[in-house]
C-alpha cells in the first residue's frame, strides 16, 4: 500500500490483512536489570501529566514487583489483544479497585480537629471502604522461600503498539497512530468514554476519567518529543535503564539492543499486539541448596517465569548479556556492555532526545 | 402519529409524570438491537457477537406542543436503573430521539450530506440531552452551536424509565444542526435505548429499524 494513501487514523489497523506501518516507530528499551524500584518515572509521569482532578487514581507508568498480580490486579489473565489468527480476544474492563485507585485519608480528623491521640490515618477507597488493592500492593514481595526467594522490578506503561488492540477497538477512530513516530494517541475531542479500548487493551494501560468522561493514557511524553526532549519517565530515571529511540535506526541503543543483539523482547508477545516497549531481561544470582552452596546454572529468577513474560527468546537474551558480561569482567572489550552501561548521559540512552526541558522557550502569559 | 396541541405551560408541559400525558395514547415503537454486522469495532464484534444486548424491545413515544413548545416523551421498560457512573464498568441508561436534517438522511446515523440529529439523554447527566450531529455510523459529535438547548426530566418507577424532551419549537439561529418543527408540518423521527446494566453504549443499543412518522397540529 502506497503510504501516501494512508489517512491518520489508519496508521495500526489492519487493512485487507495487512497491518498499516508507521514511517517510523518509536520505541524504549528498559534493562531490567537496572531498575532499582524507585518510582522516580512513575512521578516524574504523574506530575508532568496526571495532576488533574479525575486523574488521581492514574499511573499512566506503574512499576510493579513481579511475580505478582501487577496493576491492575491479575491483569496478564484479563484477555484482550489478539488471538493467533488475528481475531480480536474478548476482556473485560478493569475496576477501579483492581487498579488501586487514588485512596481518601482522614487528615483532617487526625491533623485538625483535635483526634490525633486517638485517630490514626486510615485510607478509604472511592467506595469509602478499606482498600483491598492498590497499584503498588505487592511492592517487594515477590515469590519463591528463603534463601531462594526471589523477585524484581517491572516498570510498565502504554506499548504504543504497531497493531494497537485499543484503536481498532474504537467505534469512533477516537484512537490514532502517528505516522511520523507510532505514538498512539486518544483524542479526547472524540472519545466519548465507551472504554472499549480499556476492554480491548491486553496490557490494561489505559484509565477512566470520570470528571472528564474519557479514557487517558500514556502519550509517550509527544510534546517532549517533538522539542527533542526525552519523555519524562526516561529522562528522571535515576537507574538510566530507560533507552528511547526510533526502532529503525541502525545506530541507536534501541535498534541495537533489540534488533542487532537480540536481548531486548517484548512482553507477552503472544497478546498480538506487537508492543514497542521492549526489555533486556534480568539476570540472576544461582539458586543455593541446601547446604548455602550456589548451584550452578539454576538462576534464582526461575527461567519459565521469564519466559512466561518474554517467551523462549529469553534463553538466548540472558546467554548473550552473561556471556558479553564476562568478556567485559575478563577486561574485554563490549558494545552491549557499553550500550546497557550507558557511560554518557544523555546521549547514550536517548541520542535524539537530548535537548534539556529547562532549556525550551515555554509560551506563556505575557508571550507574544 | 398526530402531535396535539395544547394550551398547557412549559414546566407540566416537560414534566413526565404530570397527569395530561394520560389523554394522549402512546405510539407504540418497536425495537431491535442494532445488527452486530453493523458494530463499527472488530472488537464489540468479537465480544458481542453472541452476546445479547438491545434489552428494551420496545418504547411508548408521545408528543405534544403549545405553539412555542414541543417535548416527546419516552416510556421503556428497564427493570433496575443505571442511574450513576461509579466504577470503570459502570454504564448509565440512555435514551436518544434521532431526527434526519435532509430529506435523504438514512435512519441508521445519517450519512455524509445527509446529517442527522440526535438527542441523547443519560440517566447520570439527566437535566439535558446532548446534542449531536452524525453524518454515519461513529461519527457523532457535539452540535457546535448548540443555539437550542433540550431539556429532560426522567422518572423511574415500577420498572420503567418515563423521560420528557422539550424544547423551542422554532430552532434559534443558527439553527444548521437542529431539528426543525412547524405547527402542520410532517417530521420524522426515530428512537434508540440502552440499557446500562448491560454495559449498552455506543452502537450496542436497541433501536426503531422505521421511522416513526411525525404531524403537528397546526
Known amino acids: 500500500m502506497d ?124 467506595k469509602g471502604e478499606k482498600p483491598s488493592w492498590g497499584p503498588n500492593w505487592e511492592e517487594d514481595q515477590g515469590a519463591g522461600e528463603y534463601p531462594n526467594s526471589y523477585f524484581f522490578y517491572f516498570p510498565r506503561m502504554c506499548n504504543h503498539c504497531t497493531h494497537p488492540a485499543c484503536l481498532e477497538a474504537c467505534p469512533r477512530g477516537a484512537i490514532h497512530k502517528r505516522e511520523q513516530d507510532g505514538i498512539v494517541l486518544i483524542d479526547d475531542q472524540k472519545c466519548k468514554g465507551y472504554r472499549f479500548c480499556m476492554e480491548a487493551c491486553p496490557y490494561k494501560r489505559i484509565y477512566y476519567n470520570h470528571v472528564r468522561l474519557v479514557s487517558q493514557k500514556c502519550i509517550f511524553c509527544f510534546p517532549r518529543i517533538e522539542q527533542g526532549v526525552a519523555p519524562a519517565c526516561a529522562r528522571q530515571c535515576p537507574g538510566r ?122 509560551g506563556g502569559e505575557g508571550d507574544a | 402519529m398526530l402531535a396535539k396541541r395544547i394550551d398547557i405551560g412549559a414546566d407540566t408541559l416537560g414534566d413526565p409524570a404530570a397527569a395530561f400525558w394520560g389523554r394522549f395514547p ?31 424491545r420496545a418504547a411508548g413515544l408521545q408528543c405534544v406542543h403549545n405553539g412555542t413548545e ?61 446534542l449531536n450531529v452524525a453524518t454515519g455510523i461513529g461519527t457523532s459529535s457535539l452540535t457546535r452551536n448548540a443555539t437550542t438547548p433540550v431539556e429532560t426530566k426522567a422518572v423511574h418507577h415500577g420498572g420503567r424509565w418515563a423521560l420528557v424532551y422539550r424544547r423551542a419549537l422554532e430552532a434559534r439561529l443558527p439553527a444548521d444542526d437542529a431539528a426543525k418543527f412547524t405547527p402542520g408540518g410532517h417530521h420524522r423521527l426515530a428512537v434508540a435505548v440502552w440499557s446500562g446494566a448491560n454495559a449498552e453504549r455506543a452502537g450496542l443499543k436497541a433501536y426503531s429499524p422505521e421511522w416513526v412518522e411525525l404531524e403537528l397540529e397546526a
Open chain 2, 70 to 130: 414541543i417535548a416527546f416523551r419516552l416510556e421503556w421498560e428497564c427493570e433496575k436503573a443505571a442511574a450513576s457512573v461509579i466504577d470503570n464498568d459502570h454504564f448509565a441508561d440512555a435514551a436518544a430521539l434521532l431526527f434526519p436534517l435532509s430529506d435523504l438522511a438514512p435512519l441508521i446515523m445519517g450519512a455524509e450530506g445527509a446529517p442527522v440529529s440526535i438527542w441523547h439523554w443519560r440517566a447520570d447527566r439527566p437535566k439535558a440531552a446532548r
Open chain 1, 3 to 126: 503510504s501516501k494513501e494512508i489517512a491518520a487514523w489508519q496508521v495500526g489497523r489492519e487493512i485487507g490483512g495487512e497491518i498499516v506501518r508507521p514511517k517510523r516507530q518509536l520505541a524504549m528499551v528498559f534493562d531490567l536489570n537496572k531498575c532499582l524500584g524507585c518510582h522516580t518515572c512513575s512521578i516524574a509521569c504523574k506530575t508532568q501529566w496526571t495532576r488533574e482532578e479525575g486523574m488521581e487514581g492514574m499511573w499512566w507508568n506503574v512499576v510493579n514487583t513481579v511475580p505478582g498480580q501487577g496493576t491492575p490486579k491479575g491483569w496478564e489473565a484479563m484477555g484482550g489483544g489478539f488471538t493467533p489468527n488475528g481475531n480480536a480476544r474478548p476482556s473485560r474492563i478493569p475496576g477501579r479497585e483492581e487498579f488501586g485507585d487514588a485512596w481518601q485519608f482522614n487528615q483532617s480528623e487526625v491533623l485538625y480537629e483535635g483526634a490525633g491521640k486517638e485517630a490514626h490515618l486510615t485510607p478509604k477507597n472511592f
Open chain 1, 241 to 362: 535503564l530507560r533507552f528511547v529511540g526510533y526502532l529503525d535506526d541502525e545506530k541507536g541503543p534501541i535498534n541495537k539492543l533489540v534488533a542487532q543483539w537480540k536481548v531486548a523482547l517484548p512482553l507477552h508477545e503472544e497478546f498480538g499486539t506487537q508492543p514497542n516497549v521492549y526489555y533486556v531481561p534480568p539476570l540472576s544470582p544461582p539458586k543455593l541448596d541446601a547446604d548455602g552452596n550456589p548451584i550452578p546454572n539454576e538462576p534464582r529468577i526461575p527461567l519459565g517465569y521469564l519466559e512466561s513474560l518474554f517467551g523462549p527468546r529469553v534463553r538466548d537474551a540472558l546467554a548473550v548479556v552473561e556471556a558479553e558480561k564476562a568478556k567485559r569482567s575478563r577486561g574485554e572489550p563490549s558494545e552491549l556492555m557499553d550500550i546497557l552501561i550507558g557511560y554518557k548521559w544523555p546521549d547514550d540512552l536517548f541520542p535524539d532526545f537530548t535537548k534539556d526541558p529547562a532549556t525550551l522557550h515555554r
Open chain 2, 26 to 56: 402512546a405510539r407504540k415503537v418497536s425495537l431491535v438491537p442494532t445488527p452486530v454486522g453493523l458494530q463499527n469495532s472488530k472488537y464489540v464484534l468479537a465480544k458481542w457477537r453472541d452476546g445479547e444486548y438491545g434489552h428494551a
